[in-house]
């Protein structure tokens, strides 16, 4: 594990959209390891939040019903609606990788990017993710838009909680469902942000969890 090569003991964890389900899996399985739980944007489990599943589209829904069976032919399906990026974002400026993501942008989230900063930092993250091509991202579906193998609902450390209300990426719905359902869960729910709000409270988020 990064933490034991690092020779940290114990820490925090914070995990941004597709991230979140990992932040807080870490939570259930490291026990006392973790300090603190932080999830910005992230999301639960999309069996059980209300209305995730039918906001899936339609090929998503069909690699959904490969689950729990055929975790391979799943994965492949989610990785398939990927390939469109994976070939847009190898050469793609920094305003036409978010462009590409523009019809689930929230008007918060299109004054975010247009700080260059911020608009660099997501085209990085983007190119980054899908550099090696469209498999992790597929996987990545799987474990958090099929069944989820940890139970999150056990995580016994402080978990706090950052979602916008706007936000068309993860809709607030699953950070209400984790603040009903996860013991010690504070959720921070800000009116008229979206998805990417989380650049401009980087900060504030760290020093929450990392305070004494």
């Known amino acids: 594990m990064v933490a034991d090569h690092l020779g940290v003991d114990r820490f925090a964890t914070l995990g941004q959209s597709g991230g979140g389900p990992f932040a807080l899996a870490a939570g259930v399985v490291l026990g006392n390891r973790v300090v603190r739980v932080g999830v910005a944007s992230g999301a639960g489990p999309f069996l ?5 599943i039918d906001a899936l589209d339609e090929s998503d829904r069909a690699a959904l019903a490969l689950l729990p069976d055929d975790s391979i032919g799943a994965a492949n399906a989610f990785a398939a609606g990927l390939e469109p990026l994976v070939r847009l974002f190898r050469e793609a400026s920094p305003d036409a ?3 590409a993501f523009a019809d689930l942008r929230s008007p918060h989230d299109q004054e975010v990017m247009q700080d260059e900063r911020y608009a660099s930092a997501f085209a990085t ?3 980054e993710a899908l550099r090696q091509g469209a498999s ?18 056990k995580v016994d450390r ?3 909680l950052w979602y916008g209300d706007e936000d068309r990426f993860v809709p607030i719905a699953h950070g209400l ?3 009903d359902n996860v013991p010690n869960a504070r959720l921070v729910r800000r009116a008229d942000e979206g998805h990417l709000g989380f650049y401009e409270h980087f900060g504030e988020m760290l020093d929450e969890l990392t305070a004494s």
Request: charged residues 15%; glycine residues 14%; negative net charge.
């Open 48 to 52: 059980l939040v209300p209305g995730a």
């Open 97 to 99: 990788i978010a462009s």
């Open 125 to 127: 993250t983007m190119r």
């Open 136 to 153: 992790g991202g597929g996987w990545d579906n799987v474990s958090w838009v099929g069944p989820w193998d940890v139970d999150v609902t």
């Open 158 to 160: 402080p978990v706090l």
């Open 177 to 179: 469902w984790l603040r």
